[in-house]
């Protein structure tokens, strides 16, 4: 499998500050790849460089060979970004959005008329082409989005965070959207705060704290290396959680404590994020 994005020794400073500390990684073309991390600990940051919206202190990205540092508008051909913040112009149409993003990227009338008609009718959203932006609900806004991020055909797709402050109906109807996308080829990266979304949606996962990487690979590998099975139970008045590879494991756990109250389930990556960091994936460093 081909690598589409390339990071080598990738460090960013803010100040004294080290925001992202000397990583290295890669992202295979055509995958979902997510990035998981406390608040602080470097994803957006990263997210950031690698699509060019901040300069790098040092170290490369290459994304389809192309070294954004060296040759960014070359580089940015294959990008389109989703940031946190909707970035749609208030004052205009989603279709003038549309059109307004596909002029940005040098696209003549007939080939934006042609791809503006071809995403509207896969996103379904031919209904709110006409309608200014603040009269659609956050979802179809957060989708809106991604057809204007879509329009110049970008190999690789960055979503920073896409489905914060969605309700829960909102925040599947665009996991279908984000499936959708790659199923047809596109390559996304995906910052989110939902470890279920990670779970659900990504082939591989980085989990990155205090700058550094310190876990990638697919969600089951990472569960099973944690332990298949957790066990919560109560010791002195605080919850305690134990992993196993095995439910007898487990259950012969359960019963050499004595632990009547305990509760044995399936691990989640939640659980191997927390064991990881040390913390919930809201939490300030």
């Not at 791809?115 to 806004?141: C, H, M, N, Q």
């Not at 690979?217 to 095995?246: A, N």
Request: glycine share 8%.
């Amino acid at each position: 499998m081909s690598d589409i994005i390339e990071i080598n020794n990738l460090t960013k400073k803010f100040g004294d500050k080290v925001a992202v500390d000397g990583i290295t990684f890669s992202v295979h073309e055509g995958e979902l790849f997510g990035f998981l991390g406390p608040n602080g600990a470097g994803k957006t940051t990263t997210v950031r460089c690698v699509s060019t919206l901040t300069n790098i202190t040092s170290g490369e990205v290459l994304v389809n060979g192309v070294d954004v540092t060296k040759h960014q508008i070359d580089a940015k051909q294959y990008m389109g970004v989703i940031q946190q913040q909707i970035s749609l112009d208030k004052d205009l149409t989603i279709r003038e959005n549309m059109i307004s993003h596909a002029m940005y990227h040098g696209m003549g009338k007939k080939e934006r008329e042609e791809r503006i008609k071809e995403l509207t009718e896969y996103f379904s959203l031919g209904e709110y082409l006409d309608k200014p932006v603040d009269a659609l609900s956050g979802g179809w806004k957060k989708r809106a989005a991604i057809v204007c991020a879509m329009l110049h055909q970008p190999r690789v797709l960055f979503l920073d965070e896409p489905t914060s402050g969605l309700d829960i109906n909102a925040r599947r109807l665009l996991w279908d959207v984000v499936k959708k996308l790659n199923q047809s080829g596109t390559t996304i990266i995906l910052t989110t705060h939902y470890i279920e979304e990670a779970q659900v949606l990504c082939d591989r996962v980085g989990i990155i704290d205090h700058g550094k990487i310190i876990a990638l690979d697919s969600p089951s590998v990472l569960i099973e290396r944690t332990g298949k099975m957790c066990v919560e139970s109560m010791v002195d008045k605080k919850t305690q959680y134990k992993y196993f590879q095995h439910m007898a494991d487990a259950q012969k756990y359960i019963s050499d404590n004595n632990l009547d109250d305990a509760i044995m389930r399936r691990t989640t990556l939640e659980d191997v994020f927390v064991e990881l960091t040390g913390k919930s994936v809201g939490d300030q460093r």
